[in-house]
């Protein structure tokens, strides 16, 4: 495998990658599809949190990473939490309104202050570290990427809080799947286009 293909690959595990978005995605599916089955949120809430441990376990059992599975598993929790408490299948989707404002924010602010999201993580990974921060054009780099993520946590609140206050949540659970996992590698993806361009870090 080359050096570049091996970057790209640091780069989308990093980013969550496919098992990440495959532990948090399933059950907000089942999620849905039960819900519109028998529409009891209880029961679509147990279908969703069953998966999402039936998953973690799995990951366990094969001897894989559980990060994903385990991430997933909690935010499911929350989510069923927040849906339960208020008895508004809606509101399953609250913590991930909430998630994408604050990874937008901190994406955001990490840009303003000079330090971008991508080059704090994706630095060290690469063998950089953070010498990127006294080379102009490597940073230049790592910020134009993040701003790609800016923009994806925003689009994605600008279009489905609407829909959340509608109260329609078979239009908010499939435009959240729509914007999940497509986004996600639409944006992974032109991160790397972008930050393969840049020249390599000069390593002292």
Request: aromatic share 12%; with cysteine.
């Amino acid at each position: 495998m080359s050096e570049h293909n091996q970057d790209r690959d640091k780069v989308m595990s990093a980013l969550g990658g496919k098992k990440g978005l495959i532990d948090s995605g399933l059950p907000a599916i089942v999620f849905l599809i039960v819900f519109n089955i028998n529409n009891e949120l209880r029961v679509a809430l147990i279908y969703a949190v069953i998966l999402s441990m039936l998953l973690a376990i799995w990951r366990l059992a094969r001897r894989d990473t559980v990060q994903h599975a385990i991430s997933g598993l909690l935010g499911v929790l929350i989510c069923a939490y927040f849906a339960n408490k208020s008895g508004n299948a809606s509101d399953f989707y609250i913590p991930k309104l909430l998630t994408n404002l604050a990874y937008g924010s901190v994406y955001l602010l990490g840009n303003l202050a000079g330090w971008p999201i991508l080059g704090v993580v994706l630095g060290p990974l690469l063998g950089e570290n953070f010498l990127w921060r006294n080379d102009p054009a490597r940073k230049k780099v790592y910020i134009r990427a993040s701003w790609i993520w800016v923009a994806l946590f925003f689009l994605r609140i600008a279009v489905q809080y609407p829909i959340y206050l509608s109260g329609n949540v078979n239009l908010l659970g499939t435009v959240n799947l729509a914007m999940g996992y497509p986004l996600f590698f639409a944006a992974a993806y032109l991160s790397w286009l972008v930050i393969k361009t840049a020249p390599p870090v000069h390593k002292v």
